[in-house]
């Protein structure tokens, strides 16, 4: 057993032990489905991070980024992050509040309907049965590179690894191996960082080599490789496609299933806000520690394919083996915490949103819950020996369709008084099928949608239009209003002042990242590649009209923004 087989064999151990010690705790449905509600800022902070961040940011989007796309890969993050603190105090906050177990009773407790429940209940299984088949792949291949394994078996093994401590402890043990798969792969991946860019001499020697690569001359531009043979073909369809990408992403881990409800896990509201406040800033963080590793590589190798496995040979070429054998670890990591939580959301809706046993006892529901589960998993495992793994488009493709599905009734079912239950219902099916259909069409070649309509953007247009059309048409109920506004009455247990300056504090954190961030991106990253690339030679600080300056300062506005209206709200909702 060599080093790097016996790293992943020890975290593997690691998270069964621990899962399975938080599986004995679990006596009622509440520690199940949400952890009995008491999980404080740290591990929902891991959760939200780890579950967001699987494979498919190591792999994929590391592999994207190496390809030629390191610079335009920014363009979206920092909508994608906000998504986090906007999403919490305008919608997540009212879920927690609502007590449910699961995201999709929330939108059939609010429209007093079985359908829209199941409606939600079902597209989530159909989404999120896709991210696991994804992720199962992703873990599948770093097992295989580790350890020489035949993709099968890689399969297997990761198949069995998630489905031995998700099974029995449901998300209280979810949440714990989370937070340690989180803390795992964010600190080795700032350790890989500084090796991979030692590899080529140093920070700025590496960023001038990236910056004058023949066969990538634009690596770090902010549109990426352009052109004949590459994604886009102008700057500006690079820019659109990034910029609606970035937004529905935002919508994503602002409503979608696997991200919201983490926040019914928390011990009270604050601890929402504190969690996604936090999360944005470590989202933007890691991705930026992602994605410039990514293209770093190439200073070791320019020709891996392929791209998807770049870090992977990163890990096995340019650090000592310790540090190589921790970062497969980490990706490990990255890819069960998906993985943990996706099969628990999809057991969690078979059970409690699909179908209901209503006539069963506490006992006998935590019982035919981990079946469902075991079944769940089962199918996921099949539908992955039967798919081929196409990591970074799948993630992104499966990833996006709840901000079509949900993202708009998610929205308006704590913020309007119009939309009725035939709206909700038609919303969510709508929404779904036309991010599913536009782009399996788009895949298959019969139709070819330009780079600002993204099939995100039509199902989330089809819903909103389909919402509008279908609600003006019907008759929001009494009962529908009297709840909507009990959920807009604060419980006098959260308004602390003592807890509200805290929460107040963190949410000022992002306004001051808005500043710091941008500045040193300019500084370690913009100036130099101006400076290789010969846009500096009069001898001037910046190349204040190029897109890789004002790129960054318009990130730095949106998330000043995004952190003063998250910080008025939070005062003005929980001060006294």
């Known amino acids: 057993m060599n080093i790097y087989v016996a790293g992943v064999v020890i975290s593997l151990l690691v998270y069964v032990v621990v899962g399975n010690y938080a599986g004995r705790k679990v006596k009622h449905l509440d520690d199940y489905f949400v ?10 902070v891991g959760t939200l991070v780890a579950s967001v961040n699987s494979t498919g940011a190591f792999l994929g989007e590391a592999g994207f980024a190496y390809s030629g796309y390191t610079g335009y890969l920014m363009l979206g993050l920092p909508l994608t992050s906000i998504g986090y603190a906007l999403g919490a105090v305008f919608f997540g906050r009212y879920l927690r509040r609502s007590r449910v177990l699961t995201v999709a009773e929330f939108f059939g407790r609010r429209f007093f309907s079985q359908r829209v429940r199941t409606a939600a209940g079902v597209t989530l299984i159909l989404g999120l049965l896709g991210y696991l088949m994804v992720v199962t792949h992703g873990v599948a291949l770093v097992l295989g590179q580790i350890a020489d ?40 991946s700032v350790i890989a960082l500084a090796f991979i860019f030692s590899y080529a001499g140093g920070w700025f020697e590496t960023v001038q080599g990236m910056s004058t690569m023949p066969d990538k001359p634009d690596l770090l531009s902010w549109h990426g490789t ?17 910029s609606t990408l970035g937004l529905a992403w935002g919508f994503a881990v602002a409503v979608s299933p696997w991200q919201s409800s983490r926040y019914l896990m928390a011990k009270n509201e604050h601890v929402v806000m504190r969690s996604a406040c936090i999360a944005t ?42 540090v190589g054998s921790v970062l497969l670890a980490g990706i490990l990591a990255a890819g ?74 998610a929205f308006l079912s704590i913020w309007s008084d119009r939309i009725t239950e035939q709206g909700a219902f038609w919303g969510i099916v709508s929404g779904f099928l036309g991010n599913a259909l536009s782009s399996l069409l788009d895949v298959w070649g019969v139709i070819d949608l330009p780079g600002y309509m993204d099939p995100v953007l039509v199902g989330a247009l089809l819903s909103c239009a389909v919402i509008i059309t279908v609600s003006s048409r019907g008759t929001v109920s009494d009962e529908q209003k009297t709840l909507r506004r009990e959920l807009h009455r604060v419980p006098p247990e959260e308004l602390d002042v003592a807890k509200t300056k805290q929460t107040l504090r963190i949410a000022k954190l992002i306004v001051l990242y808005g500043f710091i961030g941008p500045t040193l991106m300019l ?8 400076k290789a690339i010969g846009l500096l030679d009069d001898g001037s600080l910046l190349s204040w009209s190029s897109g890789e300056t004002i790129l960054p300062l318009c990130a730095g506005a949106v998330l000043i923004t995004a952190g003063l209206v998250t910080h008025r709200v939070i005062k003005k909702s929980y001060t006294p």
């Open 35 to 44: 952890a009995g509600r008491q999980a404080p800022t740290l591990l929902i």
């Open 149 to 188: 394994l035949p993709h099968w078996a890689g399969l297997l093994i990761a198949w069995l690894s998630y489905t031995t401590f998700t099974l029995y402890a449901g998300s209280r043990g979810v949440v714990i191996t989370d937070t340690i798969m989180f803390l795992l792969f964010t600190a080795i």
């Open 226 to 242: 352009i052109g004949p043979g590459s994604e886009w073909s102008s700057p500006w369809e690079a820019f659109a496609w990034g």
């Open 281 to 322: 800033i470590i989202l933007i963080l890691f991705q930026h520690i992602i994605y410039y590793s990514g293209g770093a590589i190439n200073m070791g190798n320019p020709d891996i394919e392929p791209s998807t496995e770049a870090m992977l040979w990163a890990a096995f070429n340019m650090m000592p083996a310790i």
């Open 336 to 409: 069960l915490s998906s993985a943990s939580t996706f099969l628990s959301l999809v057991g969690f809706s078979v059970t409690n949103d699909v179908f209901q046993f209503r006539e069963r006892s506490d006992r006998q529901m935590l019982s035919l819950s981990r079946w469902t589960m075991l079944a769940v998993g089962i199918v996921a495992l099949v539908i992955a020996f039967l798919t081929p793994p196409n990591i970074f488009w799948i993630t992104w493709s499966v990833g996006t369709i709840f901000a079509s599905s949900w993202g708009p009734v």
């Open 523 to 530: 500084t370690f990253i913009v100036r130099p590649y101006h």
